[in-house]
């Protein structure tokens, strides 16, 4: 199988503050890792694409600043949300890219982040 | 960027009917995948087709690739109430790693 992680499963912070988000491969190597975000009831929206040991390539409206992403070795990249306002209030999905036939995306079970 | 149509948004059915989902583009993908959602949890993969013209059957769904890989379809047969959730179609771009999601169908089996 492919197994993909993420932690937390659901976080609550206050306005102002940063949540890290991780996301783990946990039986394959990823080189590329993706993040999206989804509304309820809505499709996912890719923010952006994470790729170990390089920078984040981020998709048009994505603040880079905002959401800080690091793929430091092939199982785990991190989002992390800085000075979190209620309106990234949201559903945070990664993918992970397992390279072969079709390059199939495995996701994780995603992280409910509400901010106060 | 590329766009994925997909068909119909909402889908209430009875158990045991049949139901077909579509996407649909102008653009070509390499592959197309096609995944299912439920609430609070990240998509799970149902298949993934690569050849033009292929069809893949998973028990009760079929799903086949248009000749010229733009489109795709997914077909449920005998629907069960334990098929409810959000179907989601992504195509991959020819060029580079990035899908490209559909709107989703969510599916409804009423017991």
């Known amino acids: 199988g492919a197994v993909v992680s993420q932690h937390p499963s659901r976080v609550i912070c206050k306005s102002g503050t940063s949540v890290k988000i991780e996301c783990r491969s946990l039986d394959f190597q990823a080189t590329t890792m993706f993040w999206y975000r989804q509304f309820p009831k809505k499709s996912l929206m890719l923010m952006a694409t994470s790729n170990e040991g390089s920078k984040a390539t981020y998709e048009q409206g994505v603040e880079k600043d905002k959401f800080l992403i690091n793929h430091a070795s092939l199982t785990l990249s991190t989002l992390t949300v800085t000075s979190a306002h209620p309106e990234d209030s949201s559903f945070y999905i990664c993918?992970?890219?397992?390279?072969?036939?079709?390059?199939?995306?495995?996701f994780g079970p995603g992280t409910r982040l509400t901010v106060t | 960027t590329q766009l994925l149509e997909q068909s119909p948004q909402f889908l209430s059915i009875q158990e045991g009917e049949n139901l077909t989902v579509y996407c649909n583009s102008s653009s070509v993908f390499s592959s197309l995948q096609w995944y299912r959602q439920e609430p609070g949890e990240g998509p799970v993969l149902l298949v993934t087709?690569?050849?033009?013209?292929e069809v893949k059957k998973l028990k009760r769904l079929t799903f086949q690739f248009g000749d010229a890989r733009k489109d795709s379809s997914l077909h449920i047969t005998a629907a069960q109430p334990g098929d409810t959730g959000l179907y989601l179609c992504a195509g991959k771009e020819t060029s580079g790693s990035r899908l490209t999601f559909g709107e989703g169908t969510q599916l409804t089996v009423n017991p």
């Open positions: 993918s992970a890219e397992r390279e072969g036939l079709g390059d199939e995306q495995y």
């Open positions: 087709v690569v050849t033009g013209g």
